[in-house]
């Protein structure tokens, strides 16, 4: 299994940040993760991906300015210091309004690290540098069209003057040998009618899963997932529009979850389906949660 080297760099980020909120006398972990999938839409259909089914939705919708600003000025509230990813299931340049959402992201976490994760396929010199203008902190580059395409990537960042530190362009265009470059998994049991098959399991693994102690994952519409290989949207744990993020995070139908999970008992949908190696990042997390369940 190949290991991307972006896990390790997510794995640091992801224990230097962890915060942690006082109810009823206990300390909880706080997410340190809060991905935010901004539309319905994607641009490509990778043959690992489950948009390469056929039937797989796209969906003409972005996350609307209201939801947006609520998201963030509750983070704001709990004085968020981890991690914003704008990625998901979709390409999150697509939307029009992604600088404006960064610019406010950044106003109201001035302490957060804010990143996007990107196919490129929009991207150029001036759309780099006004998403930097805006509050971005880190790009992240997939790259899916081959070695000629990766180095137009590191010559595009050069010459947007941005530090090391500040982009990854990931190689995803490796052969199917070698998993594309990529930590494969059947993305939660949803490739089984996708371009490149990886079947949903029939048994559940007996492996501990770290997502729900460290991640918060956001759809464009509201809906909270327990995390990003959850394709079909089977586990929703709540909605942003009528409940607040907190109240979500520490929700009875997140904790129940969270505890199995953490104690290596995947029987539950859609989990007992996935074949994700879900102890890669999230460590500190998963310590701090299994003290208090």
């Known amino acids: 299994m190949i290991i991307d080297k972006n896990i390790y760099r997510k794995e640091k980020i992801t224990k230097d940040s962890i915060q942690f909120i006082t109810k009823k006398g206990e300390n909880f972990p706080l997410m340190s993760v809060v991905e935010i999938s901004n539309s319905g839409m994607c641009n490509r259909k990778c043959s690992f991906c489950p948009r390469s089914d056929p039937n797989y939705p796209d969906i003409n919708e972005f996350i609307s300015e209201e939801l947006h600003y609520k998201i963030f000025k509750e983070l704001s509230d709990l004085k968020y210091k981890g991690m914003i990813i704008y990625s998901g299931y979709v390409e999150p340049l697509l939307d029009k309004k992604i600088y404006k959402c960064i610019s406010e992201a950044r106003k109201l976490l001035p302490d957060a690290k804010i990143e996007i994760i990107t196919n490129g396929d929009v991207l150029n010199v001036d759309r780099i540098k006004k998403l930097f203008k805006a509050g971005l902190s880190t790009l992240l580059v997939s790259v899916y069209d081959g070695p000629e395409d990766e180095k137009r990537f590191f010559d595009m960042c050069e010459?947007?003057?941005?530090?090391?530190?500040q982009y990854v362009i990931r190689n995803r265009y490796m052969p199917e040998t070698l998993d594309f470059g990529l930590n494969i998994s059947n993305r939660g049991g949803n490739l089984e009618n996708s371009e490149h098959k990886r079947p949903a399991?029939?048994?559940?693994?007996?492996?501990?899963?770290?997502?729900?102690?460290?991640?918060?994952?956001?759809?464009?519409?509201?809906?909270v997932q327990m995390c990003s290989h959850d394709w079909a949207k089977k586990f929703?744990?709540?909605?942003?529009?009528?409940?607040?993020?907190?109240?979500?995070?520490?929700?009875?139908?997140f904790q129940v979850a969270r505890k199995k999970l953490l104690r290596s008992d995947?029987?539950?949908?859609?989990c007992n389906k996935c074949d994700v190696s879900g102890e890669l990042i999230g460590s500190l997390h998963s310590k701090e949660w299994l003290k208090i369940i």
């Not at 899963?209 to 519409?221: E, K, R, S, V, W």
């Not at 529009?241 to 929700?251: C, E, G, Y």
């Open 266 to 270: 995947r029987n539950l949908n859609p």
């Open 236 to 253: 929703i744990a709540g909605n942003i529009k009528s409940k607040k993020i907190i109240d979500i995070w520490l929700d009875k139908k």
């Open 201 to 223: 399991l029939i048994n559940p693994l007996n492996a501990k899963c770290n997502y729900p102690a460290y991640t918060f994952f956001i759809d464009y519409n509201g809906d």
């Open 159 to 165: 010459k947007a003057e941005l530090k090391k530190n």
